[in-house]
């Protein structure tokens, strides 16, 4: 084969993979998927998703990633890497819509989906060491009741309070909007979402 027809068929090649994986990135983070809304539990989801892509193709914020190779059994299905971009909790989730097997199902409303809780590292997040921020409370959806602030008292000071996120479970939906915009950055990120794969392993 010539050169210029060597270079060429690489260079389709690349196109062609550039094209298979147009749709989503890949995931390979955690063995701890944060999948979409709708999931009942992993095992259920596992049992159910056919991985054919329909709720990636489907999510308007490109918040849904395919898993990748690492993940071994599990690659091609959908998952969200929360701190690179968050569900939105659409009102009419049209993930959850498309979906031909049921493996996401049953959310109507934004308070509806089960993915997973956001728990918060004290000994890192800023608010908690005295800084002003609130930015995951400011940007939760369900502000107010996934999450809130609570005033604390600042040790060995009588004048200066805390104002601290503290996050209800039973309520969070683990959509991961806190955890993309939290203002501390990478190593040290102090909140992320407990998946429901993570819950069930305990
Ligand atoms: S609810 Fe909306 S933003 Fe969230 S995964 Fe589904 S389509 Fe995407
Ligand atoms: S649409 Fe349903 S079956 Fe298809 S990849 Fe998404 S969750 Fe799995
Ligand atoms: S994951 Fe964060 S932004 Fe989403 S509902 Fe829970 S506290 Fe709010």
Known sequence: MSRAKLVAGIAAGIVALEGAFSL??????????????????????????????????????????VAGPMQGALSGTPCIDAREQACRLCSDYPCVAVCPTGAIRD???????????????????????????????????????????????????????????????????GCGLCVQRCAVSEPHVPIRIVTLAEQEAV
């Open 107 to 173: 959310v109507a409303d934004k308070h509806d989906p089960r993915m997973g809780y956001a728990k918060i590292d004290e000994n890192v997040c800023i608010a908690y060491q005295g800084y002003r921020c609130e930015v995951c409370y400011r940007v939760c959806p369900l502000i107010d009741e996934a999450i809130t602030i609570d005033f604390q008292q600042l040790e060995n000071d009588g004048i200066h309070t805390k104002f601290v996120p503290q996050i209800n479970r039973d309520i969070c939906t």
């Open 24 to 65: 989503a990135a890949t995931h390979d983070k955690s063995s701890y998927l944060l999948r979409p809304p709708g999931v009942q539990s992993e095992g259920d989801f596992r049992s159910r998703c056919i991985a054919c892509g329909k709720c990636i193709e489907a999510c308007p914020y490109r918040a849904l990633d």
